[in-house]
């Protein structure tokens, strides 16, 4: 079955700019997570959407990090005039139900900020 | 969430088992050990987890001691596919999201 697809793969970017990244996972899953994954180091927590609903932000590092999921499936993720320690690896994971349920992640999206 | 504590990096012969310990010794009664890993380039991978009793799977078995302070994650039959970033983690039971927070993860390298 489709596993959880994130889009773009790789992106560049200059300093500066915005980008947005888009998550969709499994169908049916309730939950959605979205980490950053720096060079070298395990993935960190950004932010968790139950259904549509953004129950927790608390790992958003700034205010120029913006998630949204108007529907309760497709996410994205929206850095607003990025830096350059922005580049990173950004995960997204879905799971079944808020509670006790592996979440299953994608490949990523590979951002190079310029 | 309780902290773990794993080995940076292990070898492990083709074919033989690997035995990938974790230390949790601040672990509450209602904290799962959850395991994943991570191949290069791809997103982490959910393995296996249990609260109190040992968990066996196609991927994995799990051992818990009984005091529930460390663990051990068994591949029995260790490939060159299973070279990958291990992670095991600490998860409260019944916490509504319940997000990872990864460590550093064991390096396990199987070699031909």
């Known amino acids: 079955g489709a596993g959880v697809s994130q889009s773009p793969r790789y992106k560049v970017a200059k300093r500066g700019q915005d980008v947005a990244l888009r998550c969709d996972p499994i169908s049916g899953h309730v939950s959605l997570f979205w980490y950053q994954q720096a060079l070298g180091q395990g993935p960190e927590f950004l932010t968790y959407?139950?259904?549509?609903?953004?129950?927790?932000k608390s790992g958003l590092p700034s205010d120029r990090f913006f998630a949204e999921r108007p529907e309760g499936s497709v996410s994205t993720l929206k850095i607003q005039r990025t830096q350059q320690e922005d580049s990173a690896v950004y995960l997204c994971a879905s799971s079944h139900s808020p509670f006790d349920q592996p979440q299953h992640f994608g490949d990523g999206t590979r951002l190079s900020i310029l | 969430d309780a902290k773990t504590t794993q080995p940076t990096s292990m070898d492990c012969a083709e074919g033989r088992a690997a035995n990938l310990p974790c230390n949790h010794s601040t672990i509450s009664g209602n904290e799962y050990v959850y395991w994943y890993r991570q191949i290069h380039s791809q997103g982490p991978q959910y393995i296996i987890h249990g609260l109190k009793n040992n968990e066996t799977n196609e991927m994995a078995s799990l051992i818990i001691t009984e005091d529930r302070k460390s663990s051990t994650l068994i591949l029995p039959h260790a490939t060159l596919r299973d070279t990958a970033v291990y992670y095991c983690i600490v998860r409260v039971a019944g916490n509504q999201g319940g997000k990872l927070i990864f460590g550093q993860g064991t390096e396990l390298s199987v070699k031909p």
């Open positions: 959407f139950q259904n549509e609903a953004q129950l927790d």
